[in-house]
C-alpha cells in the first residue's frame, strides 16, 4: 500500500488527525529507526489528542459563554487567587 493510499483510507475512516500527521510522524520515526508499534502509538495519540482538542471546542462553544477567556486573560489583580499557585495546576 502506497502512502497516498494509507491517508485516503484514514480520511475515509474519519481519522483526520493521523491522516494530517502521517508524513511528519512516519518520516520521523523511520529516520529514527522506532518499530512499527511506536509509529502506530504516535499516530493514534495524535488521533486522540486531536479529538480531546475539538470535544473540549465544543463544549466551550455549546455553553455560550459571553467571551472566550483562557487562564492568561484573567486578571488576577482583582481577585484574592494567588497566581504562581493556580499556575502550578496548569
Known sequence: M????????LNQLKLTAMAECWDEI?????????????I????????QTYRHTRRIEYQINQ??????K??????????SLHQPAIGLLD
Open 26 to 38: 512516519v518520516t520521523d520515526s523511520v529516520a529514527r529507526k522506532r518499530s512499527t508499534m511506536d
Open 70 to 79: 483562557s487562564l492568561a486573560d484573567f486578571d488576577f489583580s482583582q481577585s
Open 40 to 47: 502506530l502509538g504516535r499516530l493514534l495519540t495524535a488521533e
Open 63 to 68: 455553553a455560550r459563554f459571553p467571551q472566550h
Open 2 to 9: 502506497q502512502k497516498h493510499d494509507c491517508i485516503e483510507l
